[in-house]
């Protein structure tokens, strides 16, 4: 099996004087990160690398099961293992190498001693339904892109909270690559796609479609509200441009989009009780979906938005079904309202 460069796609290409070495004299290198058990959301961020460094450039995607970041009682002993496929995978979407080394070579001498600390970001959301999760999951990027040095990164944006967590460990602690988040990846159905997938029945699967629907109700609920207030921009600023429109049977429409886009619930609050309607529904379902949090919150710092909140927000979920713990996420932005027009429509 061999890429555009000429460059052997085996699994046996799992150690750094390897990687070294086929990365030698190469031109701008991308790197995707993953767990192996790859999937049409990994080819997706595979091709968007490909796309990026160009035809000269060096596309690496890691496969390695990170055993830091699993906690007790999660599924790191069944985590699918797939190489053989995994190698198809990413050879069709456009890799160049796949390094997959041992946790031996990643983690030379055992559990490393010294680790990254994610800091308060990393204790919210998932970080307090896993704790130290991302702690794991920084040390093993961190050390992953020592190894791989690319140019740029590649994740996606279903894993929202870790998305922002590789930035800000980036900036905050001047790592010399450029991160790039690439949107989820969903199937038909609206499920976002993971390798966790595969874990469900036909019937968890069924409930487990809540967690999209609910994120989609929020946003539908948002977008509805979004477009009240652009029509609410419309009220006329001055009496006589009110007596202009009004003559036309503009004004008073405009003016009921500006008292409906004013009422509540509104805004952030009215994206989490549409969101929440819909998870609320599904505790019934058999089997049931155990909800572990709905949060619209800053993806700055990952902390909850208020009410009279403006600007980019990710509304996140997670929960179980049966066995399965699942995660998504819609990024939304919030509009300011207009200002109150007093005598503007007569």
């Known amino acids: 099996m061999s890429s555009r460069h000429g460059f052997a796609l085996a699994p046996t290409l799992r150690d750094l004087e390897q990687l070294r070495a086929q990365r030698a004299g190469s031109g701008t290198t991308g790197v995707v990160m993953t767990m192996g058990a790859l999937h049409e959301g990994h080819a997706t961020l595979i091709r968007a690398a490909r796309a990026h460094v160009g035809a000269a450039g060096l596309v690496v995607v890691t496969v390695f099961v990170n055993p830091l970041q699993f906690g007790a009682g999660e599924d790191l002993d069944r985590y699918p293992r797939t190489l053989d496929a995994d190698l198809k995978v990413a050879e069709a979407a456009g890799a160049d190498l796949v390094f997959a080394p041992s946790a031996e070579e990643v983690y030379p001498g055992g559990e490393p001693q010294v680790r990254l600390s994610a800091g308060p970001m990393g204790e919210r959301l998932e970080g307090a339904v896993r704790p130290g999760h991302f702690d794991g999951m920084l040390t093993v990027v961190a050390k992953l892109l020592h190894l791989t040095r690319p140019d740029v990164a590649f994740y ?113 609050a009215a994206v989490r009780a549409a969101a929440r309607a819909v998870l609320d529904d599904a505790a019934r379902l058999d089997p049931p979906l155990a909800l572990d949090y709905l949060a619209l919150v800053d993806p700055s710092d990952f902390t909850e938005v208020p009410d009279d909140f403006t600007g980019e927000a990710v509304l996140a979920v997670a929960a179980r079904v049966g066995a399965t713990r699942l995660i998504d996420n819609l990024p939304l932005t919030f509009a300011v309202l207009p200002p109150e027009t007093p005598g503007a429509v007569s």
């Not at 602690?173 to 989820?184: D, R, W």
Request: with cysteine; charged share 25%.
């Open 156 to 268: 996606g944006q279903k894993d929202a909270q870790q998305l922002a967590l590789i930035r800000r460990m980036v900036r905050d602690l001047n790592f010399g690559v450029e991160v790039v988040g690439v949107p989820t990846v969903r199937e038909e159905d609206g499920l976002a796609l993971s390798s966790r997938n595969r874990y469900l029945s036909a019937t968890e699967r069924r409930t487990a479609l809540v967690l999209s629907r609910a994120l989609f109700a929020g946003r539908d609920r948002h977008a509805a509200q979004e477009a009240l207030r652009a029509r609410a921009r419309e009220v006329p600023a001055t009496p006589a441009r009110a007596q202009a429109l009004d003559a036309l049977g503009e004004s008073r429409a405009a003016a009921d989009a500006h008292a409906v886009a004013r009422a509540t619930p509104c805004g952030p």
